[in-house]
Structures are given as C-alpha cells and as structure tokens.
C-alpha cells in the first residue's frame, strides 16, 4: 500500500532562517507530488506540483521554492522566512493521469510551521 | 475571475439529519470535482469523485451531486452522526488532474 511522509511535523523558525520541508512518498511509481499551505481557518492554497523529475510548476509566486531530486521525494525550500510564511504545510501525490481516468489525492500528516 | 465557494463556514445540524453542503464555482470548466474531509491538524482525506458527466455519486450515507449548467455541486450526509463533524473540503480539477483549486471549505459541526 502507498503512504505518504512529511517531516518535521511542527517547526518554529525566526524570521529570515531557512526552510526545509520534505515529504517522501512509499509504494508508488512516477506520481504527481504537490505542496499546499493552509492559513489558519483557510481553504487550502496550491504552491508547487510536479509531474516528474525536476519538473515544477509554481502556482504562486513568493519566496519559498520546490524541488524533486528523486521520483518520490519533494522538498520545499526557503532562503529567508517570512512572517507571512507561516501556516499549515501540507504535501499530497496522485496517481499519474491516464486517458479518461481521474485521481483523488492522498494527503501526508502536513507540517506546522510558525515563523516569529 | 475565477472564483470557488462553499455556502457557508460553518454549519450545525441536529444528530440524525441530513446535512447539506453546497459547492460554487465561476469560471471554471473541472472535468471532476472531488469532496475531501479534513480534521482538525490533519490532511485532507479523499470522500469522492463525480465526473462531469455523471449527475450523482454514492457512496454509503454521503451522496454528491454536480449540475455544470449551474456550476455547483451539492454534498449530502444522510443520517449524520456526531462523529461527521470535520471540514469538508470540495475541489476541481483544472488542469487534467494535475492541478487541483479548493473551496475554503465549511466546517460541519454535528449535535448529538
């Protein structure tokens, strides 16, 4: 079975510091991996999706950023955290799209992170 | 501009009710739209899918429905149960699954 980690699970960081998030997933092939913020008693805000390898789509622009180093790992980064950054970070993979098909995505556990 | 709603932020029924959500959107062409829970501190986690094709979905006391001609989809559990109390979450695909857009969600709070 597919399970799905994200690490660590709460984190306080300064503003300024760096951020790193990562989220792996087990059991699957080739999936799409995405990185949503949640802001508290927000609805759910789509940062990055990856449809492969070194493939990144950024919905929104700001300063954190995202990268796929392996099939099944997806990292979110930041060089300097902003107060605005902190929120509810959630990752989440689906199944790759075949024709006429459609896949619900499989959430992780989401990091909760504070920046003061 | 394209725009996705839920009906209300917070909704309280009496235990053994039906509840009643509602999904808006403007602007938007989804293939699908999909219903998501979401307790609190913790991910979403998937209900179900209804294609833009089909008019309804079961799936034991949950029942979607989605009307593209009025750009909504209605979520209902039948005979709720304080244990459904939890944000539900609609979402649409608008990129050929790749790319997903998410209701700010109504939180349900079920009354024993």
């Known amino acids: 079975s597919q399970t799905i980690h994200q690490w660590p699970a709460t984190l306080v960081q300064p503003v300024g510091s760096p951020l790193s998030l990562e989220c792996t997933v087990e059991?699957?092939?080739?999936?799409?991996l995405y990185w949503y913020r949640q802001a508290a008693g927000r609805g759910l805000q789509l940062l990055f999706y990856?449809?492969?390898?070194?493939?990144i789509s950024s919905e929104v622009p700001q300063n954190l950023s995202a990268s796929r180093p392996q099939d099944r790992q997806f990292i979110l980064s930041s060089k300097k955290l902003l107060l605005s950054d902190s929120g509810f970070y959630l990752c989440?993979?689906?199944?790759?799209?075949?024709?006429?098909?459609?896949?619900?995505?499989?959430f992780g556990p989401g990091t909760r992170l504070t920046v003061l | 501009s394209q725009k996705i709603e839920q009906n209300s932020e917070a909704l309280n029924i009496q235990e053994g009710k039906t509840a009643t959500l509602t999904c808006n959107y403007t602007n938007y062409s989804p293939a699908y739209l999909q219903w998501y829970r979401q307790d609190p501190g913790r991910g979403p986690v998937f209900l179900l899918l209804i294609r833009e094709n089909e008019k309804e979905k079961r799936k034991e006391r949950l029942k979607v429905t989605f009307d593209t001609t009025l750009k909504q989809s209605l979520f209902h559990i039948t005979a709720s149960q304080p244990a459904d109390s939890a944000t539900y979450l609609c979402?649409?695909?608008?990129?050929?699954?790749?790319?997903?857009?998410f209701g700010p969600g109504t939180r349900l709070s079920v009354l024993p």
């Open positions: 989440a993979w689906s199944a790759t799209r075949l024709a006429g098909d459609y896949n619900e995505q499989f």
């Open positions: 059991g699957t092939s080739n999936p799409n």
């Open positions: 979402a649409l695909d608008v990129y050929y699954g790749q790319n997903f857009v």
């Open positions: 990856s449809v492969g390898i070194g493939q």
